[in-house]
């Protein structure tokens, strides 16, 4: 096979497989087993709790549902398995519509869920929907706000892929969401001071020995 040919059909799988990629468990429910409480997603490099209404059981509302401030609240103060820096998915740039592709939501809909357009979550989808739970046919949050008007911000309504505007003090779901991987913990700079102190150490020890 001439070279360019076989460099198009490497380029061509790898660009299939990077848009087919499955999602990837994190934060095991228990020790060793299969299930998770997040998902990494790892072409939009997002981590998803796997329960998308853990609202619902953190004393919110009677079905999860709640004002933006207190969903914004909610999602930046959960702590799973220790880890935290969650939030609510973003939109950029905030338009109305369908496949919007600045919207961290509508890409989870759409690409990652296989969810179409004017469909209910839960009737249209693809395997990775078994992976969530409590996903609600409704309207959620985003964590951006409508610059033309301050008491209103963006939500996404997974009843039929649209993205569109409601009054902060409206009611909807929240989904909390994790940038990166949170597999990928650094190492906390304290830790590197404290290696390369003792490298230091040893090298010093060395030295006087010569």
Do not use: C
């Not at 799973?80 to 509508?106: C, F, H, K």
């Amino acid at each position: 096979m001439k070279l360019w040919k076989l460099t198009l059909a490497a380029t061509a799988l790898a660009l299939s497989t990077s848009a087919n990629s499955a999602l990837v468990g994190r934060l095991a429910a228990t020790e060793g087993g299969t299930d998770y409480q997040a998902y990494y997603d790892d072409v939009a490099d997002l981590t998803w709790l796997a329960d998308a209404n853990a609202a619902q059981t953190s004393g919110y509302d009677m079905d999860g549902s709640m004002e933006w401030a207190t969903a914004n609240s909610w999602a930046s103060s959960l702590t799973i398995d220790g880890v935290t820096g969650w939030r609510l998915a973003t939109t950029d740039p905030a338009v109305y519509g369908y496949n919007q592709s600045g919207s961290e939501m509508s890409n989870l809909f759409y690409n990652v869920l296989g969810a179409s357009t004017g469909s209910l979550i839960p009737t249209t989808y693809n395997n990775n929907y078994d992976l969530f739970s409590n996903v609600q046919s409704d309207g959620y949050w985003s964590a951006t706000e409508y610059s033309q008007a301050t008491e209103v911000a963006w939500y996404f309504g997974t009843h039929n892929g649209y993205q569109g505007t409601g009054v902060k003090s409206d009611h909807y779901f929240a989904w909390a969401v994790q940038s990166g991987d949170v597999s990928a913990v650094p190492i906390p700079a304290a830790v590197w001071l404290f290696g390369s102190g003792l490298i230091g150490l040893a090298g010093l020890a060395r030295r006087k020995k010569e």
